[in-house]
């Protein structure tokens, strides 16, 4: 999820902690307790990208796919990140005051920084990126597929509760205008398309008139359910999806195992969705890609956007579409390829620690380009996209030991190898 999400998530629990306080306690606190509340929150659910200082961006593309979301994106590291931040924030507290911040103070401070924390690797795993939070015990790749990686009803149902709850006109400034860019680029990027800006700009009237009529609990109650409510939504219309996708799979090959299926609603939209299935049939190994509409008697799944880009050697799908599912494009190569490659070159096995949807192409008769299909590599191009040796004992460095996601594709040597 984008680091601006995650900050209001942080600023919205910082809220939700002070009116839920006042609320048991009969007391409101301190301004000072409030500021520092809401700083360090809004921290505490930005820590776990921490990585992003030592993953080498913009630099070696390996580096950054094998470490964003990695260590700090773990309940491990995320819960000892917030002890540390918590100790921090209690020292500046008492050192800002004539008498020590209470123990009520702090508890209430803890508990809001262990949540914070833990509500960055909750939104993270909403979407088709992943992350693997069980680390040291599971190695394994969990992902959500259900949220698109900017959501703007996120910004929707909190921006406003948060105008209205801050008391610095700065703060009050920064945010409005943020709901603004927010609803600007709705109306200007293709991916969103006209109905979603329109029930977006909707939803931010009534979200502003909310605000401004409902008193402080019951403004900040309605933003954290309104913020629940997206994303089960969301995650409905993603398991809609899916289940047709499936369905509609089985039915143009019923010989093929389908092994994965990728689902990533558009912006603002919980009826259509790009997907991308992952199968096995016989020797093959094949992608295919598709827009889905969880809803097709209102939204046909052809209207469900634009074809994701893919490289020249996918070839349009002969699978016969239908207003649920509308069948794009597709990519065949033998599952030994892979499975070789894993073998033979420690970089190539590396890099499928992260990738999910593999997708490679001949460069010369040494060399290959490996990418994921859910970032571009499907085109040639994106984040994903690495050069590698056919065959090459030389390991790059620091390779954590992330179960690869197509360890179903790859066999058991993949799990085995260093």
């Given at each position: 999820?984008?680091?601006?999400?995650?900050?209001?998530?942080?600023?919205?629990?910082?809220?939700?902690?002070?009116?839920?306080?006042?609320?048991?306690?009969?007391a409101s606190p301190s301004p000072r307790f409030r500021a520092v509340a809401a700083v360090s929150s809004l921290v505490a659910a930005n820590l776990p990208d921490a990585?992003?200082?030592?993953?080498?961006?913009?630099?070696?593309?390996?580096?950054?796919?094998?470490?964003?979301?990695?260590?700090?994106?773990?309940?491990?590291?995320?819960?000892?990140?917030?002890?540390?931040?918590?100790?921090?924030?209690?020292?500046?507290?008492?050192?800002?005051?004539?008498?020590?911040?209470?123990?009520?103070?702090?508890?209430?401070?803890?508990?809001?920084?262990?949540?914070?924390?833990?509500?960055?690797?909750?939104?993270?795993?909403?979407?088709?990126?992943?992350?693997?939070?069980?680390?040291?015990?599971?190695?394994?790749?969990?992902?959500?597929?259900?949220?698109?990686?900017?959501?703007?009803?996120?910004?929707?149902?909190?921006?406003?509760?948060?105008?209205?709850?801050?008391?610095?006109?700065?703060?009050?400034?920064?945010?409005?205008?943020?709901?603004?860019?927010?609803?600007?680029?709705?109306?200007?990027?293709?991916?969103?398309?006209?109905?979603?800006?329109?029930?977006?700009?909707?939803?931010?009237?009534?979200?502003?008139?909310?605000?401004?009529?409902?008193?402080?609990?019951?403004?900040?109650?309605?933003?954290?359910?309104?913020?629940?409510?997206?994303?089960?939504?969301?995650?409905?219309?993603?398991?809609?999806?899916?289940?047709?996708?499936?369905?509609?799979?089985?039915?143009?090959?019923?010989?093929?195992?389908?092994?994965?299926?990728?689902?990533?609603?558009?912006?603002?939209?919980?009826?259509?969705?790009?997907?991308?299935?992952?199968?096995?049939?016989?020797a093959d190994y094949r992608v295919a890609t598709a827009r889905v509409s969880s809803v097709p008697s209102i939204t046909a799944a052809s209207s469900c956007g634009a074809?994701?880009?893919?490289?020249?050697?996918?070839?349009?799908?002969?699978?016969?579409?239908?207003?649920?599912?509308?069948?794009?494009?597709?990519?065949?190569?033998?599952?030994?390829?892979?499975?070789?490659?894993?073998?033979?070159?420690?970089?190539?096995?590396?890099?499928?620690?992260?990738?999910?949807?593999?997708?490679?192409?001949?460069?010369?008769?040494?060399?290959?380009?490996?990418?994921?299909?859910?970032?571009?590599?499907?085109?040639?191009?994106?984040?994903?996209?690495?050069?590698?040796?056919?065959?090459?004992?030389?390991?790059?460095?620091?390779?954590?030991?992330?179960?690869?996601?197509?360890?179903?594709?790859?066999?058991?040597?993949?799990?085995?190898?260093?």
């Amino acid at each position: 999820m984008d680091n601006v999400t995650h900050s209001l998530a942080g600023l919205l629990l910082a809220e939700a902690a002070v009116q839920l306080r006042t609320r048991r306690t009969g007391a409101s606190p301190s301004p000072r307790f409030r500021a520092v509340a809401a700083v360090s929150s809004l921290v505490a659910a930005n820590l776990p990208d921490a990585d992003l200082f030592y993953t080498g961006v913009g630099a070696e593309p390996l580096a950054y796919m094998l470490h964003h979301r990695g260590y700090t994106h773990t309940v491990l590291v995320a819960l000892l990140g917030a002890l540390v931040l918590w100790q921090l924030a209690s020292l500046f507290l008492r050192s800002r005051v004539r008498t020590n911040a209470t123990g009520d103070d702090s508890r209430w401070l803890l508990g809001l920084l262990l949540v914070s924390a833990m509500s960055h690797l909750v939104l993270d795993w909403t979407n088709s990126y992943g992350l693997h939070p069980f680390w040291p015990v599971d190695d394994r790749w969990y992902y959500g597929d259900s949220v698109f990686i900017v959501e703007p009803w996120f910004w929707i149902v909190s921006v406003p509760a948060l105008v209205a709850a801050a008391t610095n006109r700065v703060v009050r400034v920064l945010l409005s205008l943020l709901l603004a860019a927010g609803l600007v680029l709705a109306w200007r990027v293709s991916l969103v398309t006209v109905g979603a800006a329109t029930a977006l700009t909707i939803g931010a009237l009534l979200s502003v008139a909310i605000a401004r009529l409902a008193g402080p609990s019951r403004r900040v109650a309605i933003a954290c359910g309104g913020w629940i409510a997206v994303t089960l939504v969301m995650m409905a219309g993603a398991v809609t999806a899916r289940a047709a996708t499936l369905r509609a799979s089985h039915e143009a090959d019923r010989t093929a195992e389908v092994v994965d299926v990728v689902v990533s609603p558009l912006p603002a939209n919980a009826v259509c969705m790009s997907v991308i299935t992952v199968e096995r049939s016989g020797a093959d190994y094949r992608v295919a890609t598709a827009r889905v509409s969880s809803v097709p008697s209102i939204t046909a799944a052809s209207s469900c956007g634009a074809p994701r880009g893919v490289d020249a050697s996918f070839r349009k799908s002969a699978r016969i579409s239908t207003r649920a599912v509308q069948w794009d494009a597709e990519w065949t190569a033998p599952r030994a390829e892979l499975a070789s490659l894993a073998r033979e070159s420690c970089r190539a096995l590396a890099a499928l620690r992260f990738i999910r949807v593999p997708f490679w192409r001949e460069v010369d008769d040494s060399t290959l380009t490996l990418g994921d299909v859910r970032f571009g590599g499907g085109s040639g191009g994106g984040f994903s996209v690495v050069r590698v040796q056919r065959r090459s004992a030389r390991c790059p460095a620091n390779v954590p030991r992330w179960v690869p996601p197509r360890a179903d594709v790859l066999g058991p040597s993949a799990l085995t190898a260093p």
